[in-house]
């Protein structure tokens, strides 16, 4: 297919080295694009302007993010192009925070337009070098499994947890529910701050930002932690938050690997993480249960 960018329009793209599973070109609405390797033949004229080594790199990136909206100054580089360029890096950070892009080595962002002249390029750069650290993404402010007010300003769809404005992120906005009433939570509109079906609740806890327990008359703000059981589950609340599964997870060899607590991005970031497990070990302990198992194949 011809470079998929129309007469009048402006482009901006982010081409990878990465790991995706995508077919064919995927329109994801709103000027977005993503785009497989081999789906789209680059102009004959820009191994002239890119040089030899850029032009390969964007031939056998496995995978090119676009943003692209149709311009009356397609020829001028302007704001026009930074906004483009910003919100295919938006597309570019979501994917890498979701953790489902695999990506090595930096990647390669070019903009322009698609004028009488044809399709050129105005600015091209070098993105940063990712390096893939576990446990990097536990301080990530997305919660997983969970649901978000939506607004859009700032040129750009934005998310958060409150109708009040705090600690709001951008993203890239693919549905939504609304309008809803000034001053509720997101979790108590969509009715997911329930109680597990047919369970009992163990143990209420109060937790400092570390993942410790909170002394009975020390200050300041905590989070409420409640544990839950099922017939054959263990279910963590973390204070308005959808029920979340907890296990020991074990490999298909049945070796331990240590406690999981489905969807818990969000919440506890960095070393709190492994003191708020053990917080949670230690009173499933104390109440007498016993963990669920549960094997996972991390390789399926």
């Known amino acids: 297919m011809d470079f998929p960018v129309a007469l009048g329009e402006k ?8 790991g995706a599973e995508l077919q064919e070109p995927l329109v994801l609405g709103g000027g977005y694009l993503a785009v497989p390797r081999g789906a789209f033949d680059l102009p004959s004229h820009w191994k002239e302007w890119l040089g030899t080594i850029r032009t390969k790199a964007i031939e056998r990136a496995h995978l090119v993010l676009m943003a692209k909206a149709a311009s009356d100054r397609p020829s001028v580089l302007d704001a026009e192009n930074q906004h483009l360029q910003q919100r295919v890096s938006n597309l570019y950070w979501g994917l890498l925070a979701s953790g489902r892009v695999r990506v090595s ?17 105005r600015q091209v750069g070098d993105l940063d070098r990712i390096i893939s650290v576990y446990g990097l993404l536990t301080a990530a402010p997305i919660r997983t499994g969970e649901f978000y007010f939506c607004r859009f300003y700032n040129h750009s769809w934005h998310m958060g947890l ?50 410790r327990l909170k002394p009975e008359y020390e200050g300041g703000g905590c989070s409420k932690v409640e544990i839950f059981k099922s017939e054959r589950e263990i279910f963590i609340r973390i204070n308005d938050s959808p029920p979340k599964s907890f ?47 549960k094997i996972v194949d991390d390789d399926g």
């Not at 890239?172 to 939570?185: N, S």
């Not at 406690?259 to 053990?278: K, S, T, W």
């Open 162 to 211: 409150t109708t009040m404005g705090v600690g709001w992120q951008p993203f890239y906005l693919g549905g939504k529910v609304g309008p809803v009433e000034h001053g509720i939570k997101a979790n108590d509109f969509a009715n997911a701050s329930v109680n597990p079906a047919n369970s009992q609740l163990l143990s209420t806890l109060l937790l400092n930002a570390d993942g």
């Open 247 to 293: 296990y020991m997870k074990h490999d298909l060899y049945d070796r331990p690997k240590g406690p999981v607590v489905d969807n818990l991005e969000g919440y506890f970031p960095g070393p709190a993480r492994a003191r708020f497990m053990e917080t949670i070990l230690a009173e499933i302990k104390r109440l007498g249960e016993q963990s669920p198992k």
């Open 11 to 18: 482009y901006a793209l982010i081409a990878l080295d990465a």
């Open 105 to 121: 080595g930096a990647g390669t962002q070019l903009t322009g337009s698609h004028d009488e002249d044809g399709i050129d390029v």
